[in-house]
């Protein structure tokens, strides 16, 4: 006996993703919301708005000629999903995880310790981070090992360094990488990484801009007056409601952006003489030590700073990468 089951879907259609990320609604649950002109989607949790929720399928992309082995990676100044042979030449190529040397590496923090305790260890030898405000380990949520660092929303929770030699990274190619696990709303601007501490205008400054969103975004600056190499660069929106794996790179003067082992953006920038670097600041992690809080409001485990080397690198699929080794 043949059963016929019928359903009916709610869609909410939007012109443009330009649209989508204005009106930025909060989808019903199961809603779909479809952007015309990316054929993009998402689904709705009943709770989230559109920027914070995740794409849940890759919309219009052309599969004509496409061969045995290809990749599609989405191509952030074409708006548009490509195919692309792994290791092939011209076009948008597939990426790969090319592993430092650790000589490389600029800070490695695994955020191993006991619960609350305010020691933050560093593999990289000479680095001493300070713990602000309510920032500390924690036992109740780890991506690897027993613990990470909680950043809680607590005016300047956030730890801090003095800069050294290892983040004036110039015109060359650098790595940031860690795991996130969402806490509650960030707050205006809160920065997962600033290499220059305050409200300042750093080098690298990596953010999630709109309060009590996790849409990353990346800042960059040459001179330390203004964003006048990259005013917010939209890398992609951070789950709310599972943890995130997440790598940044500068390659060739390329920014290139990974999530859970999906390329989210792409996109050119002019990097000049080379970004901005003062030995007198301090680098921060999780907000600001002073001035305006800046807290994330979430987990962060396995962070790693790599200068003159990017990870990602056109050849094949990036894949996780496990815990970062210490020499």
Request: net charge negative; aromatic share 10%.
């Amino acid at each position: 006996m043949t059963q016929i089951i019928q359903e009916r879907w709610q869609v909410r259609r939007y012109v443009t993703a330009a649209v989508a990320a204005s009106v930025n609604e909060v989808l019903l649950q199961g809603e779909l919301g479809l952007e015309l002109d990316t054929g993009l989607g998402k689904f709705g949790d009943g709770s989230s708005h559109y920027n914070d929720l995740l794409y849940s399928f890759l919309g219009k992309v052309n599969l004509v000629g496409i061969a045995d082995g290809d990749s599609i990676v989405w191509d952030a100044a074409a708006g548009a999903w490509k195919t692309a042979a792994i290791g092939g030449g011209g076009g948008l190529s597939a990426y790969s995880y090319s592993a430092p040397s650790f000589s490389s590496v600029s800070s490695l923090l695994h955020f191993e310790g006991t619960n609350g305790s305010t020691v933050i260890t560093d593999q990289v030898a000479g680095n001493v981070w300070t713990a602000h405000s309510d920032a500390a380990i924690s036992t109740a949520w780890s991506a690897i090992g027993s613990s990470s660092l909680l950043v809680p929303a607590n005016a300047n929770s956030s730890i801090s360094m003095p800069t050294n030699a290892g983040f004036d990274v110039g015109a060359g190619d650098w790595s940031i990488e860690f795991r996130y696990n969402y806490l509650g709303s960030p707050s205006t601007s809160a920065r997962v990484f600033h290499s220059r501490g305050g409200d300042t205008y750093g080098g690298i400054d990596l953010e999630f801009t709109t309060g009590g969103s996790t849409a990353l975004s990346l800042y960059l600056s040459s001179s330390g007056s203004g964003w006048d190499v990259a005013g917010g660069i939209a890398l992609a929106p951070l789950s709310k409601t599972k943890p995130s794996e997440v790598l940044v790179a500068c390659y060739k003067s390329t920014i290139y952006c990974v999530v859970n082992g999906f390329v989210t953006c792409q996109q050119a920038v002019n990097l000049g003489t080379g970004l901005y670097h003062n030995s007198a600041d301090i680098v921060s992690i999780g907000g600001n030590a002073s001035g305006t809080s800046r807290s994330i409001n979430a987990y962060l485990d396995e962070f790693r700073f790599v200068k003159g080397h990017s990870v990602l690198v056109p050849n094949r699929i990036y894949a996780d990468q496990g815990q970062f080794p210490d020499s």
